[in-house]
């Protein structure tokens, strides 16, 4: 069985930083794309950032130039450095691996459980 797991949300001030981190943990599998998303309350699931295997990101507009998406290969980590947060960042952040390759079992769209990031005075 393979799982996500995230860390890293929190309480920040506006204009505070943050790091959250996601890590997959399991035996005989490889993820291609990794990404986060997030939902604020009453708001839909929407995409933040997402990154390949090679390291290609791409954004939503909302965090283009104040948040970075990276990964390590050999840890199965994906990271994203949230700088310069704004009140309307506030939202559950949930890390998502789409293709994940399980030996002898197939292709999974696998979530992580989701972390809660509030930005506020």
């Known amino acids: 069985q393979v799982q996500l797991v995230e860390s890293g949300g929190g309480l920040v001030q506006p204009g505070g930083s943050l790091r959250l981190s996601c890590a997959a943990s399991g035996s005989a599998f490889s993820i291609n794309d990794m990404g986060w998303y997030r939902q604020a309350p009453g708001k839909q699931r929407e995409l933040v950032a997402d990154i390949t295997r090679g390291g290609v990101t791409a954004y939503a507009d909302s965090v283009k130039g104040r948040f970075t998406i990276s990964r390590d290969n050999a840890k199965d980590t994906v990271y994203l450095q949230m700088n310069s947060l704004k009140p309307e960042d506030t939202a559950v952040y949930y890390c998502?691996?789409?293709?994940?390759?399980?030996?002898?079992?197939?292709?999974?769209?696998?979530w992580g459980q989701g972390t809660q990031v509030t930005v506020s005075s």
């Open positions: 998502n691996a789409p293709g994940v390759y399980i030996r002898r079992s197939g292709f999974y769209n696998l």
